[in-house]
C-alpha cells in the first residue's frame, strides 16, 4: 500500500479527537497529497460529491494486534466483544474507515473537509466518493453502539429541590 495523503488539522495527540467522523463538524481538516498523487488528475470529478470516505493507516497504535476481543469505551470497558463488532482501533490490520465532509478544493489541490476524526499527520492510503443510494443504510441497527446524535440527557429535577433554584441560576 502506498500513502497517497496525510491529514492536517489541531488533533495533535490521541487525546480530544472525536471518537467517530460526523460527530463534531466544525473542525476543519485539510488532506495534503504525497507527492506523485499532487495532480489535478487525481481529484477531477470529485468536486461533484459533499462526502467523501477515508481509507487511513492508525499511526499511534503499536504495531497490528493478534486480540480476537476488545473492551469498547461505549460498553464502559468491561465487556469484551469480538474484534470485528467494533471500531477499535486495535485491529489485525490497523486501517481505519471515515466519512467526511467535502468543504472545499483548494487552488493547490488539497481538500478541506470536516468531521474528521484523525489525528494530525495521520497517513491517509486511499479516497473514495460517498455514494449516498448505496452507502446510506437508515434502517440498519446500531448493535450496542447507539446513535449519540439520537442520544438526549433527560434532567429530572425533583420539585421539592426545584423550588429552591432561583430561576436565574439555570
Known sequence: MKIIARIHNKFTSKFGIPRQSGLENLTEST???ENGF??????RGLENYDYIWLLWLFSECEGESEALTVRPPRLGGNTRMGV???RSPFRPNSIGLSCVKLKEI???GSLIVTGADL???TPIIDIK???PYVDAHPEA???FALASKDEVLEVVIPDKIAKKIDAKTL
Open 31 to 33: 488532506i495534503v497529497f
Open 38 to 43: 499532487k495532480s489535478p488528475d487525481a481529484i
Open 84 to 86: 470485528f463488532a467494533t
Open 106 to 108: 483548494s487552488a493547490d
Open 119 to 121: 489525528m494530525n499527520g
Open 129 to 131: 466518493p460517498y455514494l
Open 141 to 143: 441497527s446500531n448493535g
